[in-house]
C-alpha cells in the first residue's frame, strides 16, 4: 500500500472521483447507483470486459424480506419473524445482530428505491419459500424478489458492449431462462400448448437475436440484473471502466484511504477518491492456495466453483494491506453447490450447478455405498454439507444422483435438458451423464456398491409409494415440496419411486457460488481491524465482506439480497444520508397484477 509520503508510482493520468468502487457486481453496481443518486461522482473499475461477475452468472434471486411487493400482496410480516428465523437458522454464537438489524432495516427501502428510482424493476418471488420450513418465523413466499425480463434491444451500444452473455452452464444454447413460470413453460412445453407457445416465442427470438445481433438479447436472471444496474449507474453519471483492476490502496498520514492505483489496459492511473473506496470484488472462490481453509480440501483443488475467474480475492487482499483480516469464523467458509463436471467437445470443462434436479421425484442421492446420505431436497448448501460429513475421511467427496427414466425426461437431470431435447447428447456425446438397462449394472458402470444402491432404491420406493421420508424427513416442508412435482399421482409432490428402466446417474462433487467468509466489516461495511477499530474510507461489500448469515444458507437470495443491500447502505453512508429515497406508499399501485 503507498502512503502520501511515499514517492509516487510512474503512472499515465490521475483521475478523480468521490468513490472509488472496485466490481461491478451486485454488490458494486448497487453502492454505485446509491452513491451517485445522492450527487456523488462515482467510478467502477472493473478488471474483467464486461460487468457482473458472478451476479451476471446468477438466478438472481435476492432475498428481501419485507419488501413492498409482499405488503402490496396483503403479506405484512413482522420483522420479528425474520429474526426468529434467522436466529433459529444461524445459532447464538454466529447471529450478528448489528448487521443483521442493518439489513432488515434496509432492504425494503433498497428494493422501493431501486423499483421507484431506476429502471430496475422486480418480479416478486412470492412462492419462493424459505428452506427450513419447520423452523420458527420461517417464510412460505413473499421474501425474495428478481430483475423482470429484460429485451435489451433498447440499450445503447455502449452498455451492450460491457454486457457478458448468458452464463453457458446454465442456459440453454446461450438463452436464459428464469426460475418460476417461465421454466415451468419450458419444462411443460410437450404438455401444455401455451407452454409450447411460450418456450416457441421464447426460443425463437433467441435464434433471430442470435442470428441479427450475435448475441443473446432476452436477459433473465442474474443477467437482467446486472443490465439494469448498468443502465442506471449510466443514467446517474456513474463512469464505468471495464478492463481495469484495482491493484494498490493509497493512505494519508492518518492511517485514512484516500485513493487507488488502478491498472488500465493503457497503463497505471493514480486515483483520488475523495470519500473513500468500496471494495466489491467477489469474494475469493477460485484462489486456490486460500481454498486450503476449505473442508476436506487440502489441496485446495477439490472444489469447484461457479464464480468467474476473477474471483481471486484481490479486494480481501487489499483490505489486509490496509489492516484488514479474513473473518472465517462463520459455520463455512463458502456457499456450497453440488456440481457435476461437463467436458466439452472443444476441450472446455464446465460446473454445472444442481439447483432444482435433486428436489425432483424419481430423483435420489447415493454415495459409493449405494446409500442415501442427505433430504435431496433442502438447499443446495445442505446437500454439500451432507457429503462433507458422509463421506469417510480419506475418501473423495462425491455421490451421485440416480433417477429413472420418466424423471429424466420431465425435468433437467444435471446438464441434460428434458424432451424434447434428444437424451444422446449428454450420454453419447458430452458423456455427462451415465445410462443403463439396470440399476446394478448403473451401479457398476458409476463404481457404485450394487447391493446398496438396488436396496436403497427398493427402500426408497416403498417410502415414496406411502408419501413419507422417514429416513430424511424429505417432502416435510413447503420448501421440498414446492421443489417437487404434484402431477406425479403420488402422495407426495417430493417423493415418487424410481420406475422403469432405463437409469440414469450423474457424479455430484463439491462446489460453490462464492464465499461466505470474508473481510470482517461493521455494520455500515466499513473494514474493521482486529482490535475493532475501522480502516477510515475502506468499505467492503457483496461476497468481499463476510456472510451476515454466519456462513448459513437460510434461503434462495442469501448473497443477492444482503450485497444489493449492503452496497446500498454503505452508499448512503458515505453519502451521509439518512431519509430514505422511497416515498413510503405500498408500491406496486393500483395496476399491480400480483405476483407469480
Ligand atoms: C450459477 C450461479 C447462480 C447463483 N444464483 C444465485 C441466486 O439466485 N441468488 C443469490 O443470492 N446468489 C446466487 N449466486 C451467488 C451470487 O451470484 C454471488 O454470490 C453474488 O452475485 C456476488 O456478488 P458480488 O458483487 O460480491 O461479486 P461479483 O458479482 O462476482 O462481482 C465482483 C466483480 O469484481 C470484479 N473484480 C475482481 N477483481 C477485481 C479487481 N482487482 N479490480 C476490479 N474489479 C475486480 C470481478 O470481475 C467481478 O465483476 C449464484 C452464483 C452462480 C455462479
Known sequence: METMQQPARQTIADWQCDILI????????????????????????????????????????????????????????????????????????????????????????????????????????????????????????????????????????????ILPDQYKMTSFWGMGIMAGQDLGHFLNAMKKPQSFLHAAKRFSIHVWDKAVHK?????????????????????????????????????????????????????????????????????????????????????????????????????????????????????????????????????SEGAFPHIADRAKPGIIGVLKNGKRFVNEANGYYDYVTGMLNAVPEGEKVESWLIGDKRAVRSYMFGYAKPRPIPLQIYTDYLRCITEADTLDQLAEKCGIDPV?????????????????????????????RSGGDASTGFPNPSLAPLGKDPYYAVKVQVGSFGTFAGIAVDAWSRVLRSDGSVVAGLYAVGLDQKSVFGGNYPCGGTNIGPALTFGYAAARHIAGVTAYEDDGSSFPSADYQGSF
Not at 443502465?231 to 471502466?241: F, P
Not at 467458509?333 to 467437445?345: H, I, M, N
Open 215 to 347: 448475441r443473446n438479447m432476452q436477459m433473465v436472471n442474474g443477467l437482467a440484473l446486472i443490465a439494469k444496474l448498468v443502465q442506471a449507474a449510466d443514467e446517474k453519471g456513474v463512469r464505468i471502466e471495464v478492463n481495469t483492476a484495482i491493484k494498490e490502496l493509497i493512505e494519508d498520514e492518518n492511517g485514512r484511504i484516500v485513493g487507488t492505483y488502478l491498472k488500465t489496459p493503457q497503463g497505471l492511473v493514480r486515483v483520488s477518491a475523495a470519500k473513500g473506496v468500496i471494495l466489491a470484488t467477489g469474494g475469493y472462490p477460485v484462489n486456490v492456495e486460500r481454498r486450503k481453509n476449505f473442508p476436506r480440501s487440502p489441496s485446495g483443488e477439490e472444489h469447484w466453483t461457479l464464480a468467474p475467474p476473477e474471483a481471486d480475492g484481490a479486494g480481501l487482499a487489499l483490505a489486509e494491506s490496509a489492516g484488514g483480516y479474513l473473518d472465517d469464523s462463520g459455520r463455512s467458509p463458502a456457499a456450497w453447490c453440488p456440481v457435476s463436471l461437463v467436458k466439452f467437445k472443444d476441450g
Open 22 to 161: 472496485a466490481g461491478s457486481g451486485a454488490g458494486g453496481l448497487s453502492a454505485a447507483v446509491t452513491a451517485a443518486h445522492h450527487g456523488l461522482n462515482v467510478l467502477v473499475a472493473e478488471r474483467a470486459a464486461t460487468c457482473g461477475g458472478a451476479t451476471a452468472r446468477s438466478g438472481g434471486w435476492a432475498w428481501t424480506p419485507g419488501n413492498a411487493f409482499a405488503k402490496a400482496d396483503g403479506v405484512n410480516e413482522p420483522r420479528d419473524d425474520f429474526r426468529s428465523y434467522l436466529k433459529a437458522v444461524i445459532g447464538e454464537q454466529d447471529y450478528d445482530h448489528e448487521r443483521i438489524e442493518m439489513f432488515l432495516e434496509n432492504v425494503p427501502h433498497m428494493v422501493s428505491f431501486f423499483e421507484q428510482k431506476t429502471p430496475l424493476k422486480f418480479t416478486p418471488g412470492a412462492k419462493i419459500c424459505d428452506i427450513y420450513g419447520h423452523l420458527p418465523g420461517a417464510g412460505s413466499g413473499h421474501r425474495s424478489v428478481a430483475a423482470t425480463l429484460f429485451y435489451a434491444k433498447s440499450l445503447p451500444k455502449h452498455l451492450l458492449d
Open 452 to 480: 446398496g444402491l438396488m436396496n436403497t432404491v427398493a427402500e426408497f420406493n416403498q417410502m415414496a409409494k406411502a408419501g413419507k421420508d422417514i429416513d430424511f424427513g424429505r417432502g416435510d416442508t413447503p420448501f421440498n
